[in-house]
């Protein structure tokens, strides 16, 4: 146990120094490697460098080498074919996709009482531009017929899934994650590139599935082999020894207090605040990021002086797989709102910067910044108590579960800050 967890201890210090804009957040048993955007000042910008975005994963990293790195792929026949890197990166068109990637896990740190694991507060959240092969065109090169699965020439379209299985699998646990196969046909990439360097060994090297506007756990590290199957995975559907369902069915599932969630094979619908609204689904799945916004600049960790009057407030607001529609900036912890102003790159899956103009006199204030997505939906206040046994988003509450996913409430993520008058710094 020790040597495994001083060689992670190491990988980490490694990362870290590798990784100058980021620190660690642990959770108490250590089970997981894990850094974060060291400060607000990352939600400032569009592009999070690679300096700055968090890393999460669980076991150490796995020796790979692009030049020797293949992938498995096997259609619903079972049938497998070894696809060499080399090919998939020579042979095959490279894209460019803007991805805003967030951890499941980003605001756990925020439910009270605590959900254990690790305690992110905001910091799990990043945009890149990943450069590599569309998941299309690799299932398409390995054999598989992408064109009658895409236009749904059956009912059970519906139901076909991708599976991704990442190489820091054990014999005892296989990390394996599933996501519907039109989704992977539409937009998702094996990325070998992250904001125009080779990616990096935290990140998933020498390649990684990235799935647009997803849930990190989504985007598969150190990726092996891909699976199309009729459902998604469950304990039985992979011929191997150990669990391989785990991080599909139990964790990584939205759930009040002491629920067991049941393994399922599809669901009737996937975004992730539409299961938390249907009652056909009893205890989500984090597929796609549910509406979120932070604010940038100020930081709140120093005192700000107007500049001719002024402050800018900027930041960053997304929605996963839809549009934000707009963001509101409150300078009073919630109770008043403005609105501010979209700008700059417009790319689905990735955030959208925002600004606001204020006009503060000297004082303290309390900043917060209220995002709604196209759909109408708006980032609630707080996240509930585990009494309210809340199952969705109501009264302006995000339920407390008891895994510590998806939470997008505002307040736990509003800043202090201290204005000075001009005079006082003269
Ligand atoms: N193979 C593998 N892929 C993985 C993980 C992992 O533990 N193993 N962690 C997932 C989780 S929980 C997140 S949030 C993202 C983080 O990606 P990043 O480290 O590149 O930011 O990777 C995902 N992909
Ligand atoms: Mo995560």
Redesign the pocket.
């Known amino acids: 146990m020790s040597e495994t967890r001083e060689g992670r201890r190491e990988e980490i210090d490694a990362i870290l120094d590798r990784k100058p804009g980021t620190s660690e957040t642990r959770d108490e048993a250590d089970r997981?490697t894990?850094v974060g955007a060291a400060s607000r000042e990352t939600f400032a910008n569009w592009l999070t460098p690679i300096e700055e975005?968090?890393?999460?994963?669980?076991?150490p990293i796995?020796d790979g080498d692009a030049d020797a790195w293949t992938i498995d792929v096997a259609g619903t026949d079972g049938d497998e074919t070894e696809l060499p890197l080399t090919d998939i990166v020579e042979d095959l068109p490279t894209v460019a996709v803007a991805h805003t990637?967030?951890?499941?896990?980003?605001g756990r740190g925020q439910h009270d009482p605590e959900t254990g694991s690790v305690q992110w507060g905001c910091e799990?959240v990043?945009t890149?531009v990943w450069t590599g092969t569309p998941v299309r065109s690799v299932l398409r090169a390995s054999g598989l017929d992408t064109d009658a699965a895409a236009t749904g020439s059956g009912a059970d379209d519906e139901d076909r899934w991708l599976t991704a299985?990442?190489?820091?699998?054990t014999e005892e646990e296989t990390?394996a994650?599933s996501i519907p196969l039109s989704k992977a046909l539409d937009d998702c990439l094996l990325a070998h590139g992250?904001n125009g360097e080779a990616l990096p060994a935290?990140?998933?090297y020498p390649v990684?599935?990235v799935v647009p506007g997803w849930?990190?756990?989504?985007?598969?590290?150190?990726?092996s082999e891909l699976r199309v199957s009729e459902g998604m995975v469950t304990e039985s559907a992979l011929d191997r020894p150990g669990t391989h369902a785990r991080?599909q069915q139990d964790d990584?599932r939205i759930h009040p207090a002491g629920e067991t969630p049941e393994h399922a094979d599809t669901v009737p619908t996937t975004g992730t605040w539409d299961q938390l609204e249907s009652s056909a689904v009893d205890h989500p799945y984090t597929f796609d990021e549910t509406v979120m916004s932070l604010i940038g600049r100020p930081t709140g960790e120093e005192p700000i002086t107007p500049h001719e009057d002024t402050v800018t407030v900027r930041g960053v607001a997304w929605a996963g797989d839809d549009e934000i529609a707009g963001v509101e900036v409150s300078t009073d912890s919630g109770e008043a709102w403005h609105d501010a102003e979209l700008f700059g790159p417009d790319y689905a899956g990735a955030w959208r910067l925002f600004e606001y103009t204020w006009e503060p006199t000297p004082g303290t204030y309390t900043l917060a910044s209220r995002a709604t997505d196209e759909r109408g939906r708006a980032q609630p206040a707080t996240i509930g108590a585990p009494e309210d046994g809340l199952d969705a988003i109501e009264n302006d509450q995000f339920p407390w579960n008891e895994g510590g996913y998806a939470a997008n409430a505002y307040l736990p993520n509003a800043i202090e800050v201290e204005v000075t008058s001009e005079d006082d710094t003269a």
């Open positions: 997981y894990v975005h968090f890393v999460c994963h669980r076991n796995p990637m967030e951890c499941a896990g980003n799990a990043g890149a299985i990442g190489d820091d699998s990390f994650r992250m935290e990140h998933g990684r599935l849930y990190g756990v989504n985007s598969v590290k150190w990726l991080w990584y």
